[in-house]
């Protein structure tokens, strides 16, 4: 089974003018990992926000999970994105107000799982991501690649069947960026299914099995003749 699915999306901002998504037709299978790759403002962001519900297709349809995401409504689409997305971002996005564990229980409060079981959830992800001796800390204390693992226990917490993942060793030095491509591989091969938009080649090679490149706002999804992102 699938679980993205886009059938001839198209994404306009405006009424007019150009499409920032045209239609596109993607499908990533339940234990897949695909990176996208493409210049700037070629749509990327675009295509994982209409991915995570975060934003509508002016035409198309969105399967995600096998839901279809144009009959949900706002309420609905919230709740299904807690329980079947987890995403990370290129600054983190923790909150700074939190510890790290409050940061990775977050979305087990959101999503309704019991204490006791968050907790014991939570304690496996900090120890299988390194960062168990952190979890009282607060997120400015660690480096960016601690929260980067921070941020990746978060997306977890809720067993999503789809981690989207927008340019997650964007912000972190060398070797944390490769500590985080070996994380992203191994949960792939455990079964995760991924997606990312990266400018990482070797993230990208890494951890995915294909890689779409996008220009224009249009997908070509044959297999490349040349490096997309050029050499690193
Ligand atoms: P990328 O992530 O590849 O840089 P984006 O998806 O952000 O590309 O942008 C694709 C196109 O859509 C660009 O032309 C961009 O200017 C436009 N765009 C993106 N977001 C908006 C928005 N909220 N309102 C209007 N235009 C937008
Ligand atoms: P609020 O309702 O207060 O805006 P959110 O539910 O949007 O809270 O998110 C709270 C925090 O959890 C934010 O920092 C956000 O980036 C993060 N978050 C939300 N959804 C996810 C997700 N599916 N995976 C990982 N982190 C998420």
């Given at each position: 089974t699938d679980v993205i699915r886009l059938e001839a999306v198209t994404k306009r901002y405006e009424g007019t003018g150009p499409a920032a998504l045209d239609r596109v037709d993607?499908?990533?299978g339940a234990r897949e990992a695909v990176a996208v790759m493409g210049p700037s403002g070629s749509g990327k962001s675009t295509l994982l926000?209409?991915?995570?519900?975060?934003?509508?297709?002016?035409?198309?349809a969105v399967t995600v999970a096998g839901v279809g995401l144009g009959g949900?409504?706002?309420?609905?689409?919230?709740?299904?994105?807690?329980?079947?997305?987890?995403?990370?971002?290129?600054?983190?996005?923790?909150?700074?107000?939190?510890?790290v564990l409050d940061n990775v229980l977050m979305p087990a409060r959101l999503g309704g799982i019991s204490p006791r079981a968050a907790r014991t959830r939570a304690d496996?992800?900090?120890?299988?991501?390194?960062?168990?001796?952190?979890?009282?800390?607060?997120?400015?204390?660690l480096s960016g690649g601690e929260r980067q693992r921070v941020a990746i226990a978060r997306a977890l917490m809720n067993r999503p069947p789809l981690l989207l993942a927008d340019e997650p060793t964007g912000a972190v030095d060398t070797a944390n960026g490769r500590h985080i491509t070996e994380l992203l591989a191994e949960l792939n091969r455990d079964g995760q299914a991924l997606l990312m938009v990266t400018h990482d080649l070797q993230l990208a090679r890494a951890c995915t099995s294909r890689?779409?490149?996008?220009?224009?706002?249009r997908l070509d999804a044959t297999p490349q003749a040349h490096d997309p992102g050029g050499p690193q």
């Open positions: 993607l499908v990533v926000n209409l991915i995570a519900g975060l934003d509508r297709p002016t035409e198309g949900l409504s706002e309420t609905a689409l919230a709740k299904f994105r807690r329980r079947h997305i987890g995403m990370i971002f290129q600054f983190f996005n923790l909150l700074d107000d939190l510890t496996e992800l900090l120890g299988y991501l390194g960062i168990a001796g952190h979890a009282d800390a607060y997120p400015a204390r890689i779409v490149r996008i220009v224009d706002g």
